[in-house]
């Protein structure tokens, strides 16, 4: 077995029978050869990135019920969706140096593939099916717990994103829900930047960017919630 495979195992835990599986996980489809004709051999890793969102959200999900249990639906919602979303996938996916290990095209990688969040994330998840297909539901889920725990424990409180809390100040002042606008979107389609717009009447809208609509959706209200803690600023000033 080569070396990087076998550190792999060690900072997974875990050593898988079926190798080919953890081939597939660690495959981008820009390092498939022959096109879509051979994707459909299911060689790269997005059926296995499909089958490990749905394991990630159960192993959450359960874990959650389990140590809230005085949390009501909203706020089990709110700690689910910051641990299952791309940057926490991406930020585990670091942890665990898994760039290194995929599978990438020389072009992708040579523009930074091996740490595009897009990318980190998905084959996080790809990592997840894998490890379910591969041992079970055990090992998945041990996967799991010895990088999310942590990351759930410091949820106490139930997060309170900045959307939330934008709309939040804006009923309480009788003003309309705030509302999002995409300026502009660059890039890749595999890789984008949009720029969102934030408004609530009577301030200046404020801006935020981010490789997905909600990521840049949240960076524009926590703008828009800075200019507002600064002091009036109005749409005519």
Known sequence: MPQ???ELHKILGYVFERHELLDEALTHPSAVKGGRRARARHSDYERLEFLGDRVLGLVIADDLLARFEDADAGQLARRYNELVRRETLADVAREIDLGAHLNLAR?????????????????CEALIGALFLDGGLDAASRFIHRYWDSKTIALIRAPTDAKTQLQEWAHSKGMDTPAYILVNQV???????????AAVNGYAAAQGRGNSKRVAEQEAAAALLAAIDAGPMTEND
């Open 4 to 6: 990087r495979r076998t």
């Open 107 to 123: 072009g992708e990688r040579g523009a930074g593939g091996a740490d595009k969040p897009a990318i980190l994330a998905n084959a």
């Open 187 to 197: 890039g890749a389609a595999h890789d984008p930047t949009f720029t969102i717009e």
